[in-house]
């Protein structure tokens, strides 16, 4: 794609009112990128469909996605879900990782456990959790792990929002 089409998709500049042929003006949006740094921030942006995530990831996480800090923005994603846990299945502050998603999704007993599911999509359920939280969170609480593609941190995000959204749903139904 032509880099004049993309910054015209994209709203960057417009074509000229009055004139005839390819003469264009640069919009608003288009003067508040100054620098590469500026462009590569918006770029980020588009790659990271706010509208589709939970609000109190939008809140902690944006930011950091946008500067580029992939890997601080998908461990603050799963640290929400793992707060969330903790939160919503009245746990303690000693209950951590993997192993409050194994006792907050307990196939049997688990606070966010809905028993009106067959047991193996419980239990499915409670490794997704389980995985994610082991794969996505834990090893960035112990060591440094760098998360350079935009779109594989794009994609755990998501995954982080849609997890939140599922304890919020279990949570509203423990409190009804």
């Known amino acids: 794609m032509e880099a004049w089409v993309w910054l015209e998709r994209e709203g960057l500049i417009a ?5 005839q042929g390819e003469w ?18 918006y770029r980020r942006s588009d790659l990271l469909p706010r509208h589709l995530l939970h609000p109190v990831i939008t809140q902690k996480v944006w930011s950091a996605f946008i ?31 993997e192993k409050l998603m194994r006792k907050a999704f307990d196939v049997n007993s688990g606070p966010l456990t809905d028993q009106n599911l ?8 409670q490794h997704l959790f389980v ?15 760098s998360i350079t593609d935009p779109t594989e941190a794009v994609e755990m995000i998501l995954l982080a929002s849609h997890l939140l959204r599922i304890v919020e749903i279990r949570a509203s139904k423990l409190h009804k």
């Not at 074509?15 to 004139?19: A, I």
């Not at 003006?25 to 590569?40: S, Y």
């Not at 601080?72 to 303690?92: H, I, N, P, Y």
């Open 67 to 97: 500067r580029g800090e992939y890997d601080t923005a998908v461990f603050q994603s799963f640290k929400e879900v793992e707060v969330a846990v903790r939160v919503a299945g009245g746990f303690t502050a000693s209950d951590i990782g």
């Open 24 to 41: 264009v003006f640069v919009t608003r949006r288009g003067r508040q990128i100054v620098d590469r740094a500026g462009l590569e921030s």
């Open 15 to 19: 074509p000229k009112p009055g004139t």
């Open 118 to 125: 067959p047991e193996e999509e419980r239990l499915a359920l």
């Open 131 to 145: 995985g994610a939280i082991g794969s996505y969170k834990n090893p960035q609480s112990h060591r440094n792990v």
